[in-house]
T-cell receptor, first 115, second 110 residues
Framework: DVKVTQSSRYLVKRTGEKVFLECVQD?????MFWYRQDPGLGLRLIYF???????EKGDIPEGYSVSREKKERFSLILESASTNQTSMYLC??????????????FGPGTRLTVT | TQLLEQSPQFLSIQEGENLTVYCNSS?????LQWYRQEPGEGPVLLVT?????EVKKLKRLTFQFGDARKDSSLHITAAQTGDTGLYLC??????????FGTGTRLKVLA
């Protein structure tokens, strides 16, 4: 079974703190993603990576950065946490499953609260 | 900007009833996926449809991709309490990325 793990299920941080969210996948997938999920807004892509050390901005990259030093690990960094970054953060990895599609596998999520 | 709109947003039904959830866009997608997410967990992929007009069945769930590849539907026959969850559609956007819909929250009552 594909497994995507995230370092924390729940996290509480203070405004201005630097926050690291870690994600590890064990299936040798090329692509990894960070999303945030907010009620009524669905999943929004923050950043993704299609190879080690490669990254691309998603739809809402402001206030975030990422790091992918190893294929299996993709980190999301909040440089200076703000209350509007309180959200559920979901990591995913994907592989090409044929015929124009990629299968995504998600981690369980990290619920981050910034106070 | 590609957008995927899902309807209804919320649905509460009795066990045994049938239901349909819709996913609509003005954009064409090369493929479309449906996910189910349970509380406290990440979304789990149910199906991928890639051909206009394609119909796929997964036990009591029937997925259809519109002929023009701009919309999709999910039909559940004889819903069970285990079908409760958030249903998300996602359309392929670019090479690796998917755009997600806002979701339909389904509650099936015993």
């Amino acid at each position: 079974d594909v497994k995507v793990t995230q370092s924390s299920r729940y996290l509480v941080k203070r405004t201005g703190e630097k926050v690291f969210l870690e994600c590890v996948q064990d299936m040798d997938h090329e692509n990894m993603f960070w999303y945030r999920q907010d009620p009524g807004l669905g999943l929004r892509l923050i950043y993704f990576s299609y190879d080690v050390k490669m990254k691309e901005k998603g739809d809402i990259p402001e206030g975030y950065s990422v790091s992918r030093e190893k294929k299996e690990r993709f980190s999301l960094i909040l440089e200076s946490a703000s209350t509007n970054q309180t959200s559920m953060y979901l990591c995913a990895s994907s592989f090409f499953s044929g015929t124009n599609s990629y299968e995504q596998y998600f981690g369980p999520g990290t619920r981050l609260t910034v106070t | 900007t590609q957008l995927l709109e899902q309807s209804p947003q919320f649905l509460s039904i009795q066990e045994g009833e049938n239901l349909t959830v819709y996913c609509n866009s003005s954009s064409v997608f090369s493929s479309l996926q449906w996910y189910r997410q349970e509380p406290g967990e990440g979304p789990v992929l149910l199906v991928t449809v890639v051909t206009g007009g394609e119909v796929k069945k997964l036990k009591r769930l029937t997925f259809q991709f519109g002929d023009a590849r701009k919309d999709s539907s999910l039909h559940i026959t004889a819903a069970q309490t285990g079908d409760t969850g958030l249903y998300l559609c996602a359309g392929a956007s670019g090479t690796y990325k998917y755009i997600f819909g806002t979701g339909t929250r389904l509650k099936v009552l015993a």
